[in-house]
């Protein structure tokens, strides 16, 4: 799964949104604004599963359940997006690693046809 979600998203940021970011109106760029490439997205892609290390390393290393894991883990998340507050840009962590930002982005409206041609 791991391969599939980074092939779904290393596609979608390369053209910019995922479906989901389509509809919070978001795009991910490169710190000047650009499009990022495959090869960026897939370090970001990476980078992002640096939210579960934390919480997998020590739920290894102290033999601890999977709640007590999913616990960790939605901690570490939330100390992850408070991260994101404290940066000048207010990116997160793995954002900033990887040279990427989001930015909002409205798509353009097209002009609608009329359904019925008036005489």
């Known amino acids: 799964m791991f391969i599939v979600f980074g092939i779904y998203f290393a596609w979608f940021w390369s053209k910019g949104q995922t479906l989901a970011m389509k509809t919070w109106h978001i795009k991910v760029v490169d710190t000047h604004g650009r ?4 090869g960026r997205a897939l370090f970001r892609y990476a980078l992002s599963w640096l939210w579960f290390l934390p919480p ?6 102290f033999h601890l359940s999977g709640v007590e894991i ?3 883990t939605l901690g570490w998340i939330a100390i992850w997006a408070l991260l994101s507050r404290f940066h000048a840009q207010r990116q997160f962590p793995h954002d900033a690693l990887a040279g990427t930002r989001l930015v909002h982005h409205e798509t353009p409206a097209r002009p609608r046809k009329p359904l019925f041609k008036r005489s």
């Open 35 to 38: 499009a990022i490439t495959q």
């Open 56 to 61: 997998l390393a020590a739920g290894a290393a």
């Open 70 to 72: 999913g616990v960790i």
